[in-house]
């Protein structure tokens, strides 16, 4: 079965500077998507990115970039000049390609974003 | 597009009571996840539907159904509710075929007394 863990369940950042957020999953899948979810206190819970196994380039949404790390197994989120309102749960998600597939979330990490 | 919606929003029900959830996806797709959110277990899989059939499910007890409309539309049940059943329930929809990625709804926060 996959697995995904956030082995960091809080962080803080200020506002304007960087943070990176870790995720490490594992599959015996070749073939599989991660994203990074963000779950502000309203509960939604909102895509920031998404990243295709099979592609080696790094997924970049304007301020949020991961690091890929296949054969690590391995996902981190960047956020640059972060902002107030990036303060929220982040959670790592896998999903494997195929019908009938599942999404496996970590842990979550709370990130802080002080002024 | 509009965005999933989940009704009610809200609910406090009693144990022994039964409940249903109601999931409109955005336009367009066909499949419907709905998961379990709680402090303790985290994000948990419950079913997902495409196209008015079940194609996945994760380990929850009988007591927890679903179905899929014509219309996309999917109802998840809670029958016989526990205490332990309290939690954010909530919806994702999807195209269907890859990348397949969810969107959520804003979810549906049930409380068991």
């Known amino acids: 079965a996959q697995t995904v863990t956030q082995s960091q369940p809080e962080m803080s950042v200020q506002e304007a500077e960087t943070v990176t957020l870790s995720c490490t999953y594992d599959t015996s899948e070749s073939d599989y998507y991660l994203f990074w979810y963000k779950q502000p206190p309203s509960r939604q819970m909102i895509l920031v990115i998404r990243q295709e196994a099979y592609k080696q380039q790094n997924a970049t949404e304007n301020r949020f970039s991961v690091n890929f790390q296949k054969a690590a197994k391995s996902f981190s989120l960047k956020i640059s000049d972060s902002q107030l309102g990036d303060a929220a749960m982040y959670f790592c998600a896998y999903r494997r390609v195929g019908k009938g597939s599942r999404l496996t979330f970590g842990e979550g990490t709370q990130l802080t974003v002080n002024p | 597009k509009a965005g999933v919606t989940q009704t009610p929003r809200y609910l406090i029900k009693t144990r022994g009571q039964q409940v249903t959830l109601s999931c409109s996806p955005i336009s367009g797709h066909r499949s419907v996840s709905w998961y379990q959110q709680t402090p303790g277990q985290g994000l948990q899989f419950l079913f997902e539907?495409?196209?008015?059939?079940?194609?996945n499910k994760g380990n929850f007890p009988g007591r927890f159904s679903g179905r899929q409309f014509s219309n996309s539309r999917s109802e998840m049940n809670v029958s016989t509710l526990e205490l332990g059943d309290s939690a954010l329930y909530l919806c994702a929809s999807s195209l269907g075929g890859p990348p397949d990625t969810q969107y959520f709804g804003p979810g549906t926060r049930l409380t068991v007394l």
């Open positions: 539907y495409f196209s008015e059939t079940q194609r």
